[in-house]
């Protein structure tokens, strides 16, 4: 069974880091490209950082660009995003979801782990 | 960057009845169209990809349908089980982007 399971969300003041970390079990993790995906509460969907799975292609979105930092550990199944300079509307859910494999879309996502930004 | 555009912002709907969900993206996007379903506190889950292809455990009464910039979500008959917020989602040069949603309610 494929399981994501995300962690390291917490309370941060505005200005600071946090690290998150994405656990994968059930599938073979180092053939798949991986993704972070944020909602804000009560809003819609937003696509953060994309990775390849051998880390050779790696893609942010705009509004974190600079400030995010994807990586993966094939050895250990794990997805990370580096979060810095953090802002109040990095408030979020973020789910790690798996890169269907010629779908161009997520087909198994992790509950999300919710990160916020206030001081 | 391509913007997604969803229609209705609700739709109200009885159950056994059909509702028609609509995505526009601005710019082609070929079959690059993904649908999710979102229910509270849940996790999205993939319904169609490649516009009209359903995941894998997807029931039959869930069908995508277009190209290019326009495209659709029919559900046939709803079930209890489908009111929730259904999202569409392109993909182009490695990005992602989803539209603002769709919320499926209970007439």
């Known amino acids: 069974e494929v399981q994501l399971v995300e962690s390291g969300g917490g309370l941060v003041k505005p200005g600071g880091s946090l690290r998150l970390s994405c656990a994968a079990s059930g599938f073979t993790f180092s053939s798949y490209s991986m993704n972070w995906v944020r909602q804000a509460p009560g809003k819609g969907l937003e696509w953060v950082s994309s990775i390849s799975s051998s880390s050779s292609y790696i893609y942010y979105a705009d509004s974190v660009k600079g400030r995010f930092t994807i990586s993966r550990d094939n050895a250990k199944n794990s997805l990370y995003l580096q979060m810095n300079s953090l802002r109040a509307e990095d408030t979020a859910v973020y789910y790690c979801?798996?890169?269907?494999?010629?779908?161009?879309?997520?087909?198994?996502w992790g509950q999300g782990t919710l990160v916020t930004v206030s001081s | 960057e391509i913007v997604m555009t969803q229609s209705p912002a609700t739709l109200s709907v009885s159950p056994g009845e059909r509702a028609t969900l609509s995505c526009r993206a601005s710019q082609s996007v070929s079959s690059n169209l993904a649908w999710y379903q979102q229910k509270p506190g849940q996790a999205p889950r993939l319904l169609i990809y490649?516009?009209?292809t359903r995941a894998t455990g997807i029931p039959a009464r869930f069908s995508g349908s277009g190209s290019g910039t326009e495209f659709t979500l029919t559900i046939s008959s709803l079930q209890s089980e489908d009111f929730a917020v259904y999202y569409c989602q392109q993909y182009n040069n490695w990005t992602w982007t989803f539209g603002q949603g769709t919320k499926v309610e209970i007439k």
């Open positions: 490649g516009a009209s």
């Open positions: 979801a798996r890169d269907l494999v010629g779908g161009n879309s997520g087909d198994y």
